[in-house]
């Protein structure tokens, strides 16, 4: 006997997040605020510690991107510019949230976000303080050009920083305009979607807890060894 499709209007929990895209999404704020604070209160071991930490969790989402569960894969999310823009423009449009994973807009702020990181973690490696703490890279340039870094670490942690209230901003606005809750399937990793909806493939966490001892093997080269 044939199967009766399911309803129409039936929307069943799904995974679309997987553990290690949850845990980099919820460490990496830690990780900023840590370095913020260990900066204003001169514990320079603490900001070293933080950065060699979200250098190797960048590391880690950036390979993931590739290789990792559907939702998670930058060729998943990352659109055109028009689809973003085109997306963005709903924003005060009630519907049903049917999206599986970033939304066309939601892509390019986490690329935005993962380039302002890249950058705060490259010129971190190179930055010093005219004082006694340097970044284990700065002995492979001149000083003129570690201090250049250093001044763009700051300038570029507050665009950081602009960044990330606007992705607030934006998840906020879509709970308050859409009532997309984004949050609960960033801490569950489920989210209701329609009952036809394929599910994404996951990866399984070992996979990423590889990646992640290589990413951390490498920063450890560069703090350490190099």
């Not at 989402?61 to 999310?77: K, L, P």
């Not at 519907?95 to 892509?107: L, P, R, Y």
Request: proline share 6%.
């Amino acid at each position: 006997m044939a199967q009766k499709p399911p309803p129409s209007g039936l929307r069943l929990p799904m995974p679309i997040w997987d553990l290690p895209v949850r845990l980099f999404h919820w460490l990496l704020p830690i990780l900023v605020i840590i370095s913020y604070v260990s900066v204003k209160t001169d514990s320079m071991t603490l900001h070293l510690l933080s950065g060699y930490a979200m250098a190797a969790l960048l590391i880690f989402r950036i390979v993931w991107g590739f290789i990792g569960s559907d939702t998670a894969r930058f060729s998943h999310f990352v659109r055109s510019p028009l689809a973003a823009i085109r997306h963005a423009s709903r924003i005060f449009r009630r519907e049903h949230d049917n999206t599986v994973g970033h939304n066309a807009a939601g892509g390019w702020m986490v690329l935005g976000l993962l380039a302002l990181l890249a950058v705060q973690v490259v010129t971190g490696l190179c930055a010093n303080d005219d004082g006694a703490t340097e970044g284990p890279l700065m002995k492979f340039i001149s000083k003129g050009l570690s201090d250049q870094l250093s001044k763009a670490h700051d300038v570029n942690f507050t665009l950081l920083m602009i960044a990330v209230g606007l992705h607030i901003l934006a998840v906020i606005a879509y709970a308050v305009f859409k009532k997309h809750n984004l949050v609960r399937p960033m801490i569950t990793g489920r989210k209701r979607l329609p009952a036809a909806t394929p599910a994404p493939r996951m990866v399984h966490p070992m996979a990423a807890l590889a990646v992640l001892a290589i990413a951390a093997a490498i920063v450890f080269v560069i703090a350490r060894v190099l």
